[in-house]
C-alpha cells in the first residue's frame, strides 16, 4: 500500500508486536498504518545468524490471532521459520503494512503527530512505537585497542562460521547469543575462549516442563498468586535492564547452558577483560565467583517463585532432578592472542536503545522509554515490545499477550477476549 499523508494512528515497526497492535487495531475498526523501515517482513528475526535457533520452544509463537499448527510445539525452530511465521502473521491479520519506509522524527503537535519519513511527511492521531528493543549493537571502547589483525565484530554482524579467518576465536559474553555461538564454533572444530559476562543460566527442563511453560505461568497466572515475574522497580539497579537474558540453548534439540561443563567439553573460560595492550589481554580476577553467582542465579531469582506456584495451584510436578557440572575450570590472569591463536573477537555485548528520533522528553537516563506499562506521558504516544516494559517478557515472543491489549485499553479500543495459549508439555 501507499503510504498515507494523514492518519488516525501509526504503529511504527511491523515485527511481531507492531503487528498485534495492528490486529488490535483493525478489530476496533481504526484507521492505522504500520510502518516498517525493512525493505522485507520478518522483523528483527531476519538479522540473526543463520544457524539461529529459537531459544524458547515453538508453541511461543503462538501469536494473537494466529495459533501456533505445527506438530512439534516442544521443538526449536531455526530461523528463517520464525522470520515465515512473522510474514504469514502480517497476512493473516490483513496487516496494512508500509515496508522500506524509515521514520527519521516523531514530533508531537496539537491534537496529534507529525512523522517524517524517507517518503515524505505522516500526521497521525495517536502513534504506537514497536520499534523492538534492540537498536545499536553494543561494542566496548576496549575493543579499539585490539591489534589490527585481529578481526573484531559484533554478533549482529556475524552470519557463519565460514565467513571468520581462520583460527581461533574469542567470544565475549556468556549470555544466550555468547554461549549458543561458542559451542557452534566449537562444533565447527573452531578453538574457542569464552569471556564469561554476568548473565545467569537457568535449567532447559525444571521439575518436568521446559522452563519457558513455568515463566508463561509466572508472567501471565502469577501476579493473581503474588508471585508474578519480578517488575523493573524490584530489579537490583536500573542498570540491570541491560543483563544478559539467562543463558540457554535452542540447538540439538534444546538443552542446558552449562559454563563449567563447556569448559569440560575444551572451551576454554576466561574472566572480564580488563586491558589490551598489543596481543596481550589483562584478564580481571573473579572467574570462580562469577561462576558461582551464575549458578546461583536461578535459585535466587525464579526457583522459589516456581515451587511457590506449584504449591498454590496443586501442581502435581516432580522434583528438580537437574546435575550440575562441579568443574572447577583454571583462572587465567592474561590472555596472548597470537599465542592462542585468536583471530577473531566475537562480541554478545548487547545492544542500546536508540529513540533520540522522538522529538520528545520521553526516555530515562538509560535511554529507555519511560512509560505506565508502554503509556507515554506524551498523550497519544504509546510503546509495545520495549525492553522491560512490564517485566522481561515484554521484549520476547510474549510481549503482544503481555502487553498489547493494555496499550489497546489506554488507547480506547473496544477489544473482544483473547484466546490462551496453545498447550504443550
Known amino acids: 500500500m501507499d503510504l498515507p499523508a494523514r492518519i488516525d494512528t501509526a504503529v511504527i515497526g511491523a515485527g511481531h508486536n507492531g503487528l498485534a497492535m495492528s490486529r488490535l487495531l483493525t478489530q476496533a475498526g481504526r484507521d492505522h498504518v504500520v510502518i516498517e523501515r525493512r525493505e522485507t517482513l520478518g522483523g528483527g528475526w531476519q538479522d540473526r545468524w543463520d544457524a539461529f535457533r529459537l531459544v524458547s520452544p515453538a508453541w511461543t509463537t503462538d501469536l494473537p490471532g494466529q495459533p501456533y499448527e505445527g506438530d512439534a510445539p516442544d521443538s526449536f525452530i531455526p530461523r528463517d521459520e520464525i522470520v515465515a511465521t512473522v510474514r504469514r502473521y502480517a497476512a493473516t491479520i490483513r496487516a496494512p503494512v508500509v515496508t522500506g519506509t524509515r521514520v527519521e522524527a516523531l514530533t508531537p503537535r496539537d491534537g496529534g503527530f507529525g512523522l517524517s519519513t524517507d517518503r515524505g511527511p505522516v500526521e497521525a492521531r495517536q502513534v504506537v512505537v514497536a520499534a523492538g528493543a534492540f537498536h545499536l549493537p553494543h561494542i566496548p571502547e576496549i575493543a579499539s585497542a585490539l591489534p589490527a589483525r585481529v578481526t573484531s565484530l559484533h554478533s549482529h554482524h556475524y552470519r557463519r562460521e565460514q565467513d571468520l579467518p581462520p583460527g581461533a576465536v574469542l567470544v565475549v559474553g556468556s549470555g544466550q547469543t555468547g554461549c ?166 566475537l562480541w554478545t555485548s548487547g545492544f542500546r536503545p536508540d529513540y533520540r528520533w522522538i522529538d520528545a522528553p520521553v526516555t530515562d537516563d538509560m535511554g529507555l522509554p519511560r512509560t505506565d506499562r508502554g503509556v507515554s506521558a506524551v498523550p497519544g504516544l504509546f510503546f509495545v515490545g520495549a525492553l522491560w516494559q512490564t517485566n522481561q517478557l515484554s521484549a520476547t515472543l510474549f510481549g503482544p499477550r503481555v502487553d498489547s491489549r493494555h496499550i489497546g485499553e489506554a488507547m480506547g479500543l473496544t477489544l473482544p477476549e483473547e484466546e490462551p495459549l496453545a498447550a504443550s508439555s
Do not use: C
Open 180 to 345: 549458543q555461538l561458542a559451542e557452534e564454533l566449537h562444533d565447527a572444530g573452531r578453538e574457542v575462549y569464552l569471556s564469561v559476562g554476568s548473565a545467569g543460566r537457568v535449567p532447559r527442563r525444571y521439575r518436568g516442563r521446559d522452563i519457558f511453560r513455568w515463566l508463561e505461568a509466572l508472567g501471565f497466572q502469577g501476579p493473581a498468586l503474588g508471585v508474578g515475574l519480578p517488575r523493573p522497580d524490584q530489579l537490583p539497579s536500573p542498570q540491570a535492564r541491560f543483563n544478559g537474558n539467562p543463558s540457554l540453548s535452542g540447538h540439538k534439540g534444546g538443552h542446558d547452558t552449562d559454563l563449567r561443563a563447556m569448559a569440560e567439553s575444551g572451551i576454554t573460560l576466561v574472566g572480564r577483560i580488563a586491558a589490551i595492550e598489543g596481543d596481550r589481554m589483562t584478564i580481571a580476577p573473579g572467574l570462580a565467583a562469577t561462576l558461582r553467582q551464575i549458578d546461583d542465579f536461578f535459585r535466587v531469582r525464579f526457583q522459589g517463585l516456581i515451587d511457590k506456584f506449584v504449591d498454590l495451584i496443586g501442581e502435581d510436578a516432580p522434583p528438580d532432578d537437574n546435575v550440575w557440572s562441579t568443574h572447577e575450570p583454571p583462572e587465567p590472569e592474561s590472555l596472548d592472542l597470537g599465542r592462542a591463536g585468536i583471530s577473531t573477537v
